[in-house]
């Protein structure tokens, strides 16, 4: 991972001597001053920016047009560089600015055409909501071209394109996209079938009935299922710092299991780490709005929080929204494809890519069909030129068709949830949330709770779609979409509380397809059983919950260790009492934890291996990793877990009968006690030979990292860590690895709310690694330590309590 961004960087500029000793220049100078006036064109009349202790921003404007101005303002102004990288990233310019080494990158970009999508969404907007863009737009405008700019600026020597509406919508779908990635599990699933069959295959799907083998489509071919395809998007999932997991907790309960006798909601969203966060936290206060929690710089408004009435939280729904098509094209006439018999003219986009260092642009010829763009690279003009036309694309030419091609309303839901009142309303703006589809929890003042999967779910003519489909076919097209009716729902349920974890949510009747591939229910299980534990609860026992770090998983696992192993030596056997005497806590400072972690990295891969074979990419890639060391999780992760107990308690030695690893164990025995062995040697050579000394947070460390952080010495600068972490894929406060870098915790809780429907002054929140973007800021890392104890700060919402906590108040008035 390292390696390719710091070459990246390296070939930007020369940044490694770039700061030295000019540190006021390069961060204390760009760093903005919460206090004083502001004269800015664009204004109407003049807004005040109260910000707290805690770095938040409370935005006061007497009308709408104004409110956006400053919230698209305050985001520019704590966040300008990580909104520009976000949209290069997004809309395939990041070669403009550092060069060559992101070519391949934002080659694979400009064929998604995340940009080109929201360009179109733009002209499709109501008049209302369009004017909302334009207003952030003008405010964040208004603060590049009147202030100092972010140090990153400074270090790659450009400056930033004014903000568009486009660009808001932009992030909006790079947001759907990175959590809506079922694409890239069609794609591994591909490869795993070609490389050990059908039957084998459907052996290694814990959701799929092993005695059922997955249905190759008629016509399709998954020899070459292109391996290099997701490495660029590896890398985009990587640099935008959504992952690809998007798992989260959420639950709420209401009065009558609560110690104020009011609901109370909880939401914890797992993303990536970073620095800085992929969150921002802010209040919006004009004529009927008043919200405040989490948003997304780059765009306006809350997106997760309350207002004086309703409270709501979200978690990734994992829903099956994107289809891979393999697509067939003619020989003769390379731009035209078959569907049911007919040959059909694709659209060709010709992309440019100016690359730094480069006097010409790189051309990028895209083609799009009814199911989409080819993500797979096609031979260019000039190639079909020299070979022919009878060129043969060098690879499997993959349409993706993905809902967030055909919609994005998710600016109009926004606008509608954060004015809502009731649960009437907070339903007509889940109407409009589109993409990616979430699982939505509710609460309000009168007492009420909720929940919603809402998201645009397409029906197809084949009920599920787990392999890339002919596209010439027509067989296996989409038919239209779950109505709003019909998506899953619940209003005051008898049990009192509600629940999400990524977990199945419907059962076998649900008379819809929404996905093969929920996540684990580990985490749903645990926080349901500790909202159970207690008669009433309150703030402090939903603190603990976050904070939860109970293994449940483990429960089922290290049994099976404790009667199989026998130790081989001295240390094997302090390491075997260890684990006997562990509490299952997967705590930073536990040695317990280190064992039986490490042991089931080596079990996993024993135990897979067996049907996948020696091809170790492959057999990462199942296990959650994508195709390079730059890959963090995707689809998979997790899901092999259950599947891994089951086997387990079977104890079937004709797992092992025909193993795919030459010499590898024959029997469950055997693979339990050489996953053992394998894992005390490791920990010894890691933390050496005294077991009381070793601890799971040595070898399970936690870096919010910076894009700029791979280039010494701008790590000492931009990144924050590392910290010893605990929790893994399965706990409530989630600490979760790629299987193939274990000691770097990498997905995490990304933001935490508690709110207190009783008092809504006494909630809840926090994320990390701090509110500012700009290094030189307190505020860059101050939410660090705290997130780690899972300590929250007061979401102040009334005037006098924000006035007695003021760090500083800004007045932004017409020019």
């Known amino acids: 991972m390292a390696s390719w961004w710091q070459k990246t960087l390296m070939a930007a500029a020369g940044l490694a001597g770039a700061v030295g000793g000019a540190y006021y220049f390069f961060l204390r100078r760009p760093v903005p001053s919460p206090k004083g006036v502001r004269r800015l ?16 921003p409370h935005i006061y404007a007497r009308n709408e047009d104004d409110l956006f101005f400053a919230q698209g303002y305050v985001h520019a102004q704590q966040r300008l560089w990580q909104m520009d990288f976000n949209r290069r990233l997004g809309s395939g310019r990041l070669s403009e600015v550092v060069g060559e080494v992101t070519l391949e990158l934002d080659r694979f970009c400009r064929r998604l055409g995340l940009h080109r999508a929201a360009a179109s969404d733009v002209a499709r907007l109501s008049a209302h909501h369009r004017r909302i863009l334009e207003t952030y737009a003008a405010g964040v405008n208004a603060f590049i071209e009147n ?27 790079m947001m759907g996209w990175n959590l809506s990635g079922n694409w890239e599990s069609e ?4 490869r795993i079938v070609a490389r050990a069959g059908a039957e084998r295959a459907a052996k290694l799907e814990a959701g799929y009935d092993p005695a059922h083998p997955l249905i190759i489509p008629p016509g399709a071919e998954y020899g070459g299922a292109n391996p290099g395809l997701l490495e660029p998007y590896e890398q985009v999932k990587l640099l935008s710092g959504f992952g690809p997991l998007g798992a989260s907790n959420n639950w709420v309960v209401d009065g009558s299991k609560t110690v104020t006798g009011a609901p109370i909601l909880c939401n914890d969203p797992h993303l990536a780490q970073g620095a800085p966060s992929i969150w921002f936290e802010c209040h919006l206060v004009a004529g009927d709005i008043d919200v405040i929690g989490a948003s997304f710089p780059g765009t306006p408004g809350i997106v997760i929080g309350h207002n004086r009435h309703i409270a709501w939280g979200l978690t990734n729904a994992i829903s099956d929204v994107q289809d891979l098509y393999i697509e067939k094209f003619d020989p003769q006439h390379p731009y ?39 993500l797979t690279t096609l031979p260019t003009s000039k190639e079909r030129a020299s070979e022919g036309d009878g060129a043969t694309p060098s690879e499997l030419p993959l349409a993706l068709r993905w809902t967030g091609f055909e919609s994005c309303r998710i600016i109009a839901a926004v606008e509608k949830l954060n004015r809502a009142t009731c649960w009437e309303e907070f339903l007509e703006a889940m109407r409009d949330w589109d993409v990616p589809p979430q699982n939505v929890v509710y609460a309000d003042r009168e007492g009420n709770i ?13 009920r599920q779609t787990l392999l890339p489909s002919p596209g010439w076919t027509g067989e296996y097209e989409w038919t239209g979409f779950i109505p709003f009716e019909e998506l899953p729902r619940l209003f005051n349920p008898p049990e009192h509380l509600i629940v999400t974890a990524n977990n199945r949510v419907v059962k076998d009747d649900y008379p819809y397809y929404i996905t093969h591939e929920w996540l684990n229910g580990y985490r749903a299980q645990r926080i349901r059983d500790l909202l159970l534990s207690k008669e009433r609860l309150s703030l402090a026992d939903m603190a603990r919950i976050q904070s939860d770090q109970y293994a449940l998983p483990a429960c089922e696992i290290v049994p099976h260790v404790l009667t199989t192993v026998s130790p081989a030596n001295a240390l094997e056997e302090t390491a075997l009492q260890t684990l006997r005497d562990w509490d299952y806590v997967l705590s930073p400072d536990s040695a317990g934890a280190a064992i039986y972690e490490t042991f089931l990295q080596k079990l996993e891969r024993i135990v897979f291996g067996a049907v996948i074979g020696d091809d170790e990419q492959l057999l990462y890639q199942y296990l959650g990793v994508g195709s390079t060391l730059l890959a963090i999780l995707n689809g998979y992760a997790s899901r092999s877990k259950p599947l891994l107990i089951r086997l387990l308690k079977e104890r079937d030695d004709a797992w092992f009968a025909e193993s795919a690893i030459p010499n590898g164990p024959r029997s469950w025995h055997a693979a339990i006690s050489a996953a053992w062995s394998a894992a005390i040697a490791e920990l010894l050579e890691k933390l050496g030979p005294d077991v009381a000394r070793w601890r799971y947070g040595a070898i399970h460390r936690l870096t919010y990292q910076h894009p700029l952080g791979n280039v010494k010495p701008l790590d000492k600068l931009f990144n924050r860590g590392p910290y010893p972490a605990g929790g893994d894929i399965d706990t409530v406060f989630m600490g979760a690895v790629v299987p193939n870098q274990p000691e770097q915790v990498m997905i995490v809780p990304s933001y935490r709310q508690i709110v207190n429907l009783a008092d809504l002054n006494a909630s809840l929140s926090g994320h990390a690694p701090g509110q500012s973007g700009h290094p030189g800021s307190r505020h860059y890392g101050d939410f660090v330590r705290p997130w780690l104890r899972t300590e929250h700060h007061p979401m102040l919402f009334e005037r006098q309590a924000i006035e007695a906590n003021m760090e500083g ?6 020019r």
Do not use: C, N
């Open 41 to 56: 064109p664009g204004l109407h009349e003049e807004v005040e920016v109260i910000t707290d202790r805690y770095g938040v």
């Open 187 to 190: 794609l591994i699933r591909a």
């Open 336 to 374: 035209r494809y078959e569907f049911r018999g007919q040959w059909e003219e694709a659209q060709v986009i010709r992309e440019e890519i100016r690359v730094k260092g480069r006097k010409e642009p790189v051309v990028e010829e895209v083609v799009v069909t009814r199911h989409g763009p080819i």
């Open 809 to 814: 108040r800004l007045l932004l008035q017409p």
């Open 147 to 173: 202030h100092t700019l972010p140090v990153e600026f400074t270090l790659l020597r450009y400056r930033p394109d004014p903000w568009q509406p486009a660009d808001s919508l932009l992030w909006a779908k």
């Open 450 to 462: 909720g929940y919603i999967m809402a998201g645009l779910i397409p029906v197809r003519s084949h």
